[in-house]
């Protein structure tokens, strides 16, 4: 397959997955493709088809990974406050705490 340089949200239509020929999943409004192909940096392991026409957002790779990077931080914040708000981690000094946020 090829390069997984970008990911792809569909807005509308509906598309079917296939591998070696063989129809796997059906994607709709919401679903996402070939963010795998990217994230793992490998070739493109199935091929999408359109089956009714609609409209499918690119994501480029830049974009994607920074997305995903204000995410995790997001995520780490919660967390965060989670486990400063919370009696059964009062025994963890604040940088175990921020360790243990930055990998939930």
Same mark, same amino acid.
């Given at each position: 397959?090829?390069?997984?340089?970008?990911?792809?949200?569909?807005?509308?239509?509906?598309?079917?997955?296939?591998?070696?020929?063989?129809?796997?999943?059906?994607?709709?409004?919401?679903?996402?493709?070939? &963010?795998?192909?990217?994230?793992?940096? @490998?070739?493109?392991?199935?091929?999408?088809?359109?089956?009714?026409?609609?409209?499918?957002?690119?994501?480029?790779?830049?974009?994607?990974?920074?997305? @995903?990077? @204000?995410?995790?931080?997001?995520?780490?914040?919660?967390?965060?406050?989670?486990?400063?708000?919370?009696?059964?981690?009062?025994?963890?000094?604040?940088?175990?705490? &921020?360790?243990?946020?930055?990998?939930?």
């Amino acid at each position: 397959g090829e390069e997984g340089n970008c990911s792809y949200i569909i807005q509308s239509g509906t598309f079917t997955v296939s591998i070696d020929d063989k129809a796997v999943k059906h994607l709709r409004k919401g679903h996402t493709f070939g &963010e795998l192909a990217m994230l793992y940096s @490998m070739p493109r392991s199935a091929t999408v088809t359109c089956k009714q026409a609609g409209t499918v957002w690119k994501i480029e790779s830049v974009v994607f990974v920074k997305c @995903m990077e @204000m995410l995790s931080s997001k995520n780490a914040e919660r967390a965060l406050e989670f486990f400063g708000a919370s009696r059964i981690f009062g025994g963890l000094t604040a940088a175990d705490k &921020e360790k243990f946020a930055e990998v939930c």
